[in-house]
């Protein structure tokens, strides 16, 4: 076994066993290369002062090689906080400023103990590496019947999991918590469960309430008791777009070191909440009461990322930092949130109004990109193909009742004309 391998699973199962329980075979078998071409030529960008010839990028002038053309477009940046490999882990400047954002949104991690955010390939990045990390073939992943399907082709397909569904909602509307709890602990046998958070929900819209979020905290605690590893992601790709009454910070806070056998994982970036979905910039970070094993997990994730993509793209990296760092941020990103509140208030209008109630109901929603309608006389599919060759409306089905409306991509003005073209479609089908 090669020897840093051996002391990062040394240290795991010395300062928690039962998190080197929760390693998948290839979680217990990666590591992250200190002595290789990264480390040499790390070590020689701050010693070798007359001539770097380590690490293969190109260089002119003093500065990373690069065509006028392209520079041209992005002027206002240094050459070489654009074409340089930003390290494996990331942007070392990204990572804290999006650990002091953390910070800041969090108050339930006052006097907790969670690592440095790793930076990612966006959430489905961050999703793939915890999945290479903590999930094995037939491992179970407990989701909501409500989820996003890149779930089952992040966990089932890709690692061979067993997707484990409870309803998203109870008989009142609101987030089914004796549903997660039942689920986790029907994994007593196994002692294992990966559990995927994901508020503001994606299809739905739906985050919980205070007291829900406590209900789910309490569930997993259980679980926890009942000598059940659990492994906690939390999908926060949403984070932010809380428009109503609901929790205001991510489960991450309340979760992180509840309990030994508790692993909690935050998978979130600048994707969805600075609209940026381009930029492919997300990050995953780890909870755990002992900086050690932080520091190992972290070694490990980088070893992913070293065995897949090497690193993250470096300009995007940049161009999310100073974003964040700009005196303009906090009001411009003001500016978007409202206008996505309105979008959803608008569409809870048109719904509230009973024009549309014979033709369905809507789920639950308070938050987020999106709301579904569970149809009561068509079939979503049937419904979604028609609304495209007849109306020339997007929508998303999502088997036999639930048809997806993101509110995020039309404007305010057309949400009415939107679903009145979504009914006129129900109609249509019911007298073919």
Known sequence: ??????????????????????????????????????????EAKTKAKKFNATIGIATENGQPMHLQLIQETLSAYDPKDLYEYAPPAGKPELRSVWRKKIVAETPSLEGKTFSNPIVTNALTHGLSIAADLFVDSNDVIIVPDKNWENYEITFGIRRGAKLVNYPLYNSVGKFNAAGLKDAILAQKDSGKAVVLLNFPNNPTGYTPGTEEGEEIVTAILEGAKAGINVVVLIDDAYYGLFFEDSIRESLFGKLANIHPRVLAVKIDGATKEKYVWGFRVGFITFAAQSEPLLLALEQKAMGIIRATISSGPHPSQTFVLKALQSSEYTTQKHEKYEIMKNRANRVKQILDSGKYNDAWDYYPFNSGYFMCLKLKTVDAETLRIHLLEKYGVGTIALGVTDLRVAFSCVEETDLEELFENIYQGVKDIATI
Request: overall charge positive; cysteine-free; charged content about 15%.
């Open 1 to 42: 076994m090669n020897s840093l391998l051996k002391q990062l699973n040394h240290t795991i199962k010395q300062e928690n066993d039962y998190v080197y329980s929760m390693l998948s075979s290839l979680g217990k078998a990666i590591y992250f290369p200190k002595e290789g071409i990264l480390s040499q030529s790390a």
